[in-house]
């Protein structure tokens, strides 16, 4: 492993990406039901199954996230680059398709469905960022 990969583990071996993935699943716990409840206000049961399988859709994409760009660092950092890159159009392309696919097969609320994808998805990402940005997040020695 080259030394500016290596700059994303953690002393004691953690893979920072993957850290900051299971925090972003952590946090859904608090984000899915008000989600869930909220389209199941708006759109009944169909409204709020397909809100949490929106969450679920995007927990699985940050995970899936953060396990690709842990293994590309331990490669290289053109592997880590590339991963980031080219990971982040694949797990777009993932989520629309899972979407699609979705809609198409079931008889889920779309427009529920939708709309939990995109709000579950910024309200994560923003609040991880937010607390990584103020130290919140002690693990992670990097910071």
Do not use: C
């Amino acid at each position: 492993m080259d030394k500016q990969a290596a700059s994303t583990v953690t002393p004691g071996g953690a893979d920072v990406e993957a850290i900051i993935a299971r925090h972003v699943a952590q946090r859904a716990v608090w984000v899915a039901p008000v989600l869930i409840g909220l389209f199941g206000i708006i759109g009944g049961v169909d409204g709020a199954i397909a809100s949490a399988i929106g969450v679920a859709v995007v927990v699985a994409n940050f995970l899936l996230s953060g396990w690709m760009m842990s293994i590309a660092a331990k490669i290289s950092l053109a592997f880590y680059h590339a991963a980031a890159l080219f990971g982040f159009f694949l797990r777009l392309i993932l989520i629309t398709v899972s979407l699609l696919v979705l809609g198409s097969l079931t008889e889920l609320d779309r427009t529920a469905l939708g709309l939990s994808v995109v709000i579950a998805y910024l309200v994560l990402l923003s609040w991880e960022a937010v607390a990584v940005s103020r130290g919140k997040e002690r693990e992670l020695d990097w910071i």
